[in-house]
């Protein structure tokens, strides 16, 4: 008789306690980990700051996977929320402009690159922020990992901040792609990088930040005893040759404290 009842009691016992686990949102930073109802919470909790990850799909060079600005941008976006507190990231923006089509230019000049208009990337961007801010978000801030298109997004803030008023604020911090271009430089200089290695595409220094989150996107051992690589390979002034995780550490905490940083001094004046 006990054995009779006791399944059925212990069944019901775990049917009563699965909403409960079911109910618990994911502990996540990423938006699109969340379903609306948890989203609608969190941000009537006062998570109200989204970071909108600016990425591209572009070559990079033989050692390179296409995908580097996206990866990058992505793992740098959750740790600057986590470093923040009481903020969310969006999707990655991976489609940006990157040169012609007809003729090819720029980045377009090797496969597998993707481009799309300026004006189209703007409008996306623009899109995206009043999207979020209909939902409740007060700070919207683009994080762009490319410097090709810095401009265009300055010029969408801009827009946002002026038809928004005082009902909210888009932002891009300078020091975000600063300190992975000039900063980042003239940390490796200090470790005995040289100028010529480091490089502005696909060099050393761009090499090592994607080792740094991302080295299974980084075909180490074809680089290390590859020839050495310049334009015609997709690689603009450096030499990835001598590129590791741990050099590429270095700018990476860079990027995110000094980010986190300037993001707490421009929401709290907010």
């Not at 941008?73 to 990655?92: C, D, F, H, M, Y």
């Not at 919207?140 to 604020?169: E, M, R």
Request: proline share 6%; charged share 15%.
């Amino acid at each position: 008789m006990y054995c009779r009842f006791r399944l059925p009691l212990a069944c019901a016992a775990l049917l009563l306690a699965a909403p409960v686990v079911w109910a618990q949102a994911p502990k996540t930073v990423f938006l699109e980990d969340l379903t609306w109802t948890e989203l609608r919470d969190q941000v009537q909790a006062g998570k109200t700051t989204i970071l909108v990850p600016i990425g591209g799909t572009e070559q990079s060079g033989p050692y390179v996977a296409l995908g580097k600005h996206n990866a990058r941008v992505k793992v740098l976006s959750q740790r600057i929320a986590e470093g923040l507190g009481n903020t969310l990231v969006a999707p990655v923006i991976a489609y940006v402009p990157e040169g012609g089509t007809a003729p090819t230019s720029s980045h377009m000049r090797f496969p597998g690159t993707i481009t799309v208009p300026d004006e189209v990337f703007k409008k996306t961007l623009e899109s995206a922020a009043n999207s979020f801010k209909v939902h409740g978000f007060k700070n919207i801030v683009f994080l762009g990992d490319h410097g090709g298109y810095q401009k265009d997004i300055q010029q969408v803030v801009a827009q946002l901040n002026k038809s928004w008023g005082a009902t909210g604020q888009a932002l891009v911090p300078p020091v975000y792609y600063a300190t992975s271009s000039d900063g980042y430089a003239q940390i490796l200089r200090q470790h005995g990088i040289r100028d010529d290695e480091i490089g502005t595409h696909a060099g050393l220094a761009d090499t090592a930040l994607l080792m740094a989150v991302a080295p299974q996107m980084v075909r180490q051992d074809a680089m290390r005893s590859g020839p050495k690589v310049g334009q015609a390979d997709g690689v603009y002034g450096g030499d990835p040759h001598r590129a590791s995780a741990e050099l590429g550490q270095l700018g990476i905490d860079a990027i995110v404290s000094k980010t986190i940083q300037a993001l707490k001094t421009s929401t709290a004046a907010h």
